[in-house]
């Protein structure tokens, strides 16, 4: 794959990756019309990779949110840890609660467990039929 290729791939990718349609599919058409003649491997290398060039970017951007998130996150449960529902006089604070955005990264890792149990159960058929089949991506 040449330097051109490369770029024009990640043009494609940059352009369909966040629309609603299939980024990994339009990236194996795109290969297939440069005749770039890579193997099932290396296209799906390729593709992680210049995926993984989205996943930095996206981390990049939303790099003060998520550190607001994890800060307020691990600051809240501590301080909920430390002094029970109790401020900072040792009264009894039956408002004590989780910031907004505690609640934030609460509600990150609840949306993640769906995600994760079916990526485990169905591991196989995503990697087998899902993957090979430019149908199913499509």
């Known amino acids: 794959m040449t330097l051109?290729?490369?770029?024009?791939?990640?043009?494609?990718?940059?352009?369909?990756e966040f629309i609603p349609i299939s980024?990994?599919?339009?990236l194996?058409?795109?290969?297939?019309?440069?005749n770039l003649g890579l193997t099932?491997?290396?296209?799906?290398a390729s593709i992680?990779?210049?995926?993984?060039?989205?996943?930095?970017?996206?981390?990049?951007y939303f790099a003060p949110d998520i550190w607001n998130i994890t800060r307020a996150f691990v600051h809240d449960h501590?301080?909920?840890?430390?002094?029970?529902?109790r401020d900072q006089f040792n009264r009894a604070n039956d408002h004590a609660a989780l910031s907004h955005e505690?609640?934030?990264?609460?509600?990150?890792?609840?949306?993640?467990i769906p995600v994760g149990v079916v990526g485990l159960l169905f591991k196989k058929q995503i990697e087998g039929t899902f993957t090979k089949n430019l149908w199913v991506i499509a």
């Open 4 to 16: 051109l290729q490369a770029i024009l791939l990640g043009i494609v990718q940059g352009l369909t």
């Open 23 to 26: 980024s990994t599919a339009h």
């Open 28 to 34: 194996v058409l795109a290969g297939r019309v440069m």
């Open 40 to 44: 099932p491997e290396q296209t799906t």
């Open 48 to 60: 992680a990779v210049i995926q993984l060039g989205t996943l930095l970017a996206v981390i990049a």
């Open 78 to 85: 501590f301080v909920l840890l430390k002094s029970g529902r």
């Open 102 to 112: 505690a609640l934030l990264g609460w509600l990150v890792i609840i949306g993640s």
